[in-house]
Each structure stands twice: as C-alpha cells, then as structure tokens.
C-alpha cells in the first residue's frame, strides 16, 4: 500500500530507493516464512499428507494447472463469480440509488437491507438448495446475495453524504433530470461505492467457495473437497494458494485501477 | 501590480469577448417584496424583511452586511435555488421560477466538482446545454485562459489554492453566458493579496461583458471597490438601511483616498445598524 502511494505522486520519476525499500523487506519476509515452513515439514514431526512443504504445494498447483483440472475448475467458478457478481451490481446500483435518494424507501427497503446485511451470506444456502436444488442457481443465487447488501449499503451512504453544495451548483449550471444522477450523484459517491463494490466482492468470493464446497462438479471449492476426500492435504494447499492469487489478481485488474484514479482526483492518500 | 495585472486582464478579455458565445449582456433585476421566514419546529425564524430592488441592466450591485443578515438568502431566492416565503423577482421580462442558465450563482466554497478536471468542470455547464465536444473544450479554454489559468486544464481541484479555485469557478460561470453573476462572498476565504487581483480581474470582465452582478460581501472596501451602488443591510433579519451610489471613476485603486473615506463612511453605518439591532434585542 505504502508503496503504492508514493508510485501515485504526480509525474515521479521512477521507483525511488525509499519505495523499494518495502518491497525487499516484504520479499525477505515471505523467503523467511517459506524457508520455516519447509524446515518445519521436512523434520518430519507430522506425515507429509497433513503437512507438505511449500516446494510440494507448488509442484501440485503445477501439475494441476498442467492437467487442466485447475484452470477448469478456476474458469467455472470465475464464471459463476462474474454472472452473480454481475447481478449484484446492477440491482445494487439501482437499489442503492433509490434508497440514498427517496427518504420513503430509505426507512422502509433501507432498514431491511441494514438488517440482511448481518447475516453471513452462507445462510442462504439452505433455502437456496430447498428453493432451486443443489445446483448452478442455487451457487449463483448464493453469490448475488453475498455481494448485493454490502453494494446497495455503499452505494447508498455516497449518494446520501452527497454535499448538497454540488447538487446546488449542478442544477445552477443547468443539469436537469438523469444527467444530475450521472454526471453529479454518481460521480460524487464514487469513493463509498467503490468500497461498497469491494467488500461486495469479497463477500461474493466467500459465498460462492461456501456453495462450492457442497456442490460436486468440478470448481475451485470442489477441488478443495476433493483433496480432503483424497487425504491430499498439498492439493488442498495448492487450490488456496490459487484462490489467493486469483483474488489478489481480480483485486489489482478490477479495483486497483479505479481507487488509483478515485485518489488522484479527490486528493486522497 | 493590481494595475497591471487589471489591464492584462482587459486584454484577454476583450480576445474573449470578441467571440460570439461570449456576449450575454446585462438584463435588469426586479424584487419585489421578497422576504423569508425559516420554520425551525414549533418557531418561526425570520430571515429577511421584505426587500424591494430594482438593480438595471449591467449594474455591479454590492450587498452589504453582518454574517447571517440574510443577504445570501436573497441570492440564493435570485438564483431560483430556494423559494422565498412571498415577493417575486423579476430577471429581464420573467419571473424567477427555479433556476436557469441567464443567472448563476458563485459560492464562497467555489463548489466545483472534485471528480472532473479543471477542463471538464468548466465545460460542465456547456454540457448541459448540450454543445459539442470540439466546440465545448474550445470555449472552455478559452475561459480558462481569461481567468489566467492556462496549464491547468488537467489539473484536479485538490491540487489547486483558493484564488485558483474561484478562478476555475469563475471561468465554469462566464462559459455558459448568463445574464446575471450572482456572487456570494466567492472572495472571502482568500488572502488579502489574492482577494485584490481577482476583483482587479472581476471588474475587467464586468466592464468588458457588461453583466449585471449582484455580489453579497462583508467587507466594505470590497463593496466600495466594486459597486456601481452598496446597499447596507441590518442584521437578521436582514433589511436594507441604506444606499449609497459609488462615483468613483474606474479601475479603482483600494488606496484611492476618495475610496477610503467611502468606505469609513459605509462601515459607520454599518456598525450603527448593528448596534441599533443589538439594543433592541437586548432589551
């Protein structure tokens, strides 16, 4: 993070030795963890099926990826996690703006939203399985409802804290009827909701591993089963570590790009 | 320095001008009887104290007065931003319902959109009208130029100081051509140097747009500097106590003995109304 701040000064000219400064220690830390992790494993105090070293963990990522079984499994659940996300954004959008706009809908919709929010998404499961089957829905319902509360709750805070001042000069200025939502509105809650947006995906991320580990076609969380079903406790490592690069990958491509420009604007550290 | 920077001003703002987009001229203001109460729960706030005003057709009208004596509020009902309790305004030959693009109201804060550039907050209103795009970042250029900030179309608002910010506020009203600025205390948060210059810049685009202003402010070398006419208002709620007309030739210079004497004259008035106001609340 800290690094990433200074790479967003304007126009510095290239990594400075202080901005690189927390990357080594940051790559000495992992090496560290790693090398103790190996030591620790190779001294045999357990069976390698509870716990392998990271060089085995990593050899069966490999060989997963290079059976294909891996990239399948990540390319059903990252479709899944796209329709149901997918979903999520826009009913949240809308609902969100509704709720931050209409004081009515505000008391009504907005207090159950509020009172959604705190149940952990993985409780829908079960009526989820009752409503559609153990099935492609049910998995997709799970995720919509995962990510749709945290969305709809960020999306509504940024509308409602709106400065009223911008409203003012908009419609001053000639701003009438959409144009006011998207060209001011919107715009002006881009820092809340973009936080809504990502504790929405995390939570769709968190659903949808809940619904696969119960679900048996192939995926990421049905990997993770099969490696316990299996004693594998090094392709139960390896999918983790995948699910782990997968969500920091989505993080850096989807997120990043957008708070970099959120901060560059408003002036935000 | 003022002087100088005033005829520099002149000049871009007679290029400026000299474009099509860029001659809206003056319309007359009418109020007639306007005033506004505030309800507050179970009281009733008195704001304002029903303001008669006939302002002419590119006439710079300052309005004179304490914090919270109601002057904003009467911009703001001017603007079509609020309405007021009774009384009518008149812009041109029609009467103000709601806000339209013939008089734009500056703030003190500078309101301008911290998500969209310098560029594309002065275009904001183009937009609105629905111009081009070609044509929009043209004229926005070229108001941007006129408030002398030229290199800084990319830049976003946090990383620009105050005088900047009013200037890019300025240049966002100017673009879309209105009638009427209506400018409340868009200076009072600037230091004293900054606060010179921009009404230095202010009259040389008055005098060459010939705009009508009504400009709200408490301070009185301002009012004095740039009013064709001050009206000195009461404290809440607000009514205006007296009128003087400024005969001071232009461009005023702040240490002009003449300008001086003016504005001791007006802050004597001034401290008497407050003063006439405090003993009979105190009561």
Partial sequence: MAAEILRNRPRAAGPSRAALLPWVRRLGFYLALLALWEGVARAGFWPPWILPGPLTVIETLVEGVQRGTFVTGAVVSLRRLAIGYGISLALGLVLGLLIGRIKVLDETLGSLVLGLQALPSVCWLPLAILWFGLNERAIIFVVVLGALFSIILGVQAGVKNTPPLYLKAA????????????????????PAILSGLKQGWSFAWRSLMAGELLYFTLSLGNLLQIGRDLNDAAQVMAVMLLIVIIGVCIDQILFAPFERRVRERWGLA | ???????????????????????????????????????????????????????????????????????????????????????????????????????????????????????????????????????????????????????????????????????????????????VLLMDEPFGALDALTRDRLQAE???????????????????????????????????????????????????????HALVDQAAEILAVLHAAAEMEGGRHGR
Avoid at chain 2, 125 to 153: C, N
Avoid at chain 2, 202 to 207: D, G, R, S, V, Y
Avoid at chain 2, 210 to 223: D, S, W
Wanted: glycine share 10%; hydrophobic share 45%.
């Fill in chain 1, 171 to 190: 419609r001053n200025l000639g701003a009438r009827g959409p144009a006011v939502y998207t060209q001011v509105v919107l715009p002006a809650a881009l």
């Fill in chain 2, 202 to 256: 202010l009259e040389a685009i008055w005098a060459a747009t010939r705009k009508t202003i009504l400009f709200v402010t408490h301070n009185v070398r301002e009012a004095v500097a740039l009013g064709d006419r001050v009206l000195v208002f009461s404290p809440r709620p607000g009514r205006i106590v007296r009128e003087f007309r400024i005969r001071l030739p232009r461009p005023r210079r702040l240490e002009d």
């Fill in chain 2, 1 to 179: 320095m003022v002087d100088q920077t005033a005829r520099e001003s002149r000049q871009v703002v007679a290029r400026a001008v000299a474009e099509p987009q860029a001659k809206g001229e003056g319309i007359p203001l009418r109020i007639v009887g306007v005033h506004k109460t505030f309800a507050d729960r179970d009281r009733r706030i008195p704001a304002l104290q029903p303001i008669d005003l006939e302002v002419g057709a590119g006439e710079f009208v300052c309005l004179l007065g304490p914090s919270g004596c109601g002057k904003s509020t009467l911009l703001s009902i001017v603007a079509g931003l609020e309405p007021a309790s009774g009384g009518s305004v008149w812009a041109g030959e029609r009467e103000v319902r709601g806000t339209d693009t013939d008089r734009v109201l500056l703030f003190q804060e500078a309101a301008l959109f911290p998500w969209l550039d310098v560029q594309h907050n002065v275009e904001f209103g183009l937009r609105q009208a629905g111009m081009p795009r070609a044509e929009r970042a043209a004229v926005a250029r070229r108001f941007i130029d006129l408030v002398h900030l030229g290199g800084f179309e990319r830049s976003y608002v946090h990383q620009l100081s105050g005088g900047m910010r009013q200037r890019v506020a300025l240049a966002r009203a100017l673009a879309i051509n209105p009638a």
